[in-house]
């Protein structure tokens, strides 16, 4: 058996590690069901009945995206109880529902495209959902801004940084939040927090926008 030297072996191995549960989460945010079903499990405990009524989905379509999750470590189960003969089961998510910097570097080219677009299909879907219910101005000061802008470099670097910084922050409120309601016995309500910063075409190569149903061409 190898000496490990200078503790090098244990790096390697975290890094192997590393790569393992990357690939996992890689291949659970892969589809837009399982993104929206890890997300649904990040916050509360909930099994594959509940979760294809909430998504509108058939049970058996999310069942089998809850056991890809589960065969992805990214789910555990926590419980079982009995429902007109049979057992519902129970999960909640054991990983985030997002790639870091780091991460989203090692991805293949051919990859990130995909990821994007469920991701955002997803951020599209809960904006919508959000929208149609009338929570999403319910909150007088809720946030909504886009800002458009022309950086170098340095100022594209410097806006990564920046968007970093804010989840960081966003993570820490959000666990702050949790341990207040563990202590008070309260539920709290859901919000969804979206950071972006994107390269835009220029308006030169911008592909045309069909108009919306209703609206005259």
Known sequence: MATPENGKSGEHAKVASREVVDQQLIKALAHPVRAQALSILNERVASPNEIAKELDQGVGHVSYHINVLKQCECIELVGTEPRRGAVEHYYRATTRIFLDDEEWRRLPASVRPGMSASL?????????????????????????????????????????????????????????????????????????????AYETPAEGDRRPVPPMDGAES
Request: charge should be negative.
């Open 120 to 196: 955002l299909q997803n951020v599209v879907d809960d904006a919508g959902d959000a929208l149609s219910s009338g929570t999403f101005d319910a909150r007088e000061d809720r946030h909504l801004a886009w800002t458009k802008m022309i950086v170098d470099d340095a100022g594209w670097t410097e806006l990564n940084e920046a968007m970093a910084e804010t989840l960081e922050r966003v993570l820490q409120i959000q666990n702050g939040a949790a341990a207040r309601l563990r202590e008070a016995g309260e539920a709290g309500f859901q919000v969804s927090a979206v950071t972006m």
